[in-house]
């Protein structure tokens, strides 16, 4: 078997390929010249430079290494940096996605194609609706969450027309080391890192701390994608979470407790933190991957230790 990755040395990328090498599986993947490197479980060697909108560039890759499976992780990933990034989140996700079922498809393979589809892709809707199931309608406010409903729907365009294999896991927000400080869990993590270390004032600087989220940490994560990649059927949407919420002041107050600051830090709410919108809660229904035999391994507490550890040896 041999698995082929796209943005193999981001979070959700270099997890997979850390698990399939474990496994015998035979490992390549692409990343743009520009990614950092974390691969720590397999050599650089199988780490291709290239540009998922590079269309000839991706089908010379695909079309020589022929992989059994192509997991689609590369991707503009963050939902508050779409607002700044417009273009480039729906070049990057939608065409890059465009480029990647074409390039599957031309392969002439009968290669299995998992695409990183996400919750955001749900939306506006009322926070009595959850723990929101896959038959929910689509209604995404954030250009992050329009360019995933455009990813998805080009996989089932593909699924439905052309017979391909593809897998739709609407991931949850997943968490885990050597992110950067784009989301609410890292930046905290690193603002607590640089205090611990005595090389920021006591100070927290936070947006809005009233929603709540289901986080999954990204080793949990990658396992039940995993499961619906052996289990699942193709064109069918698959909630990757755990199925419960915690608020973002929690997760704060956590970290907190962790790096041993509590009582000791000041909260200063920064205005520029805030989004133009912010759903007040997501909240996933697991019940279809946990049908396939999930079974979650790591607390959320688990998680923002590993979290915050990674951010004091990383400053």
Sequence with gaps: MKVFITGITGMAGSEFARVYEEQGVEVFGVARSSAASRMNAIQDKRVIRCDITDREALEKVIAKL?????????????????????????????????????????????????????????????????????????????PYGVSKVGVEMLGYQYYTNFGLPVYFPRMFIHVGTGHPPATAIQNFARQI???????????MYVGNLTTARDFI???????????????????????????????????????????????????????????????????????????????????????LCGVYQDWINRI
């Design 193 to 203: 890192a640089l205090i611990a270390k005595g090389k920021a004032e006591s100070i």
């Design 66 to 142: 022929k992989p059994d499976l192509i997991i689609h992780m590369a991707a503009q990933a963050f939902n508050g940096m779409s607002w700044d990034c417009e273009y480039l989140t729906h070049e990057t996700n939608y065409i890059g996605t465009l480029n990647v079922l074409k390039c599957a498809l031309k392969n002439g393979s009968s290669a299995k194609v998992l695409l990183a589809c996400s919750s955001a892709e749900y939306g506006d809707f009322d926070p009595a609706d959850c723990p929101l199931k896959e038959e929910m309608p689509l209604r995404p406010i954030t």
């Design 217 to 303: 940490d990204v080793r949990d994560g990658i396992a039940a994608m995993m499961l619906l990649i052996d289990r699942g059927m193709p064109g069918q949407p698959v909630n990757i979470c755990t199925g419960k919420a915690y608020k973002i002041e929690e997760i704060l107050d956590m970290l907190i407790e962790i790096a041993g600051l509590r009582g000791k830090v000041k909260i200063v709410q920064d205005k520029s933190l805030l989004r133009a919108s912010d759903e007040p809660l997501l909240l996933g229904n697991n019940q279809k991957i946990l049908n396939f035999g999930f079974i979650q391994k790591y607390t959320i507490y688990d998680t």
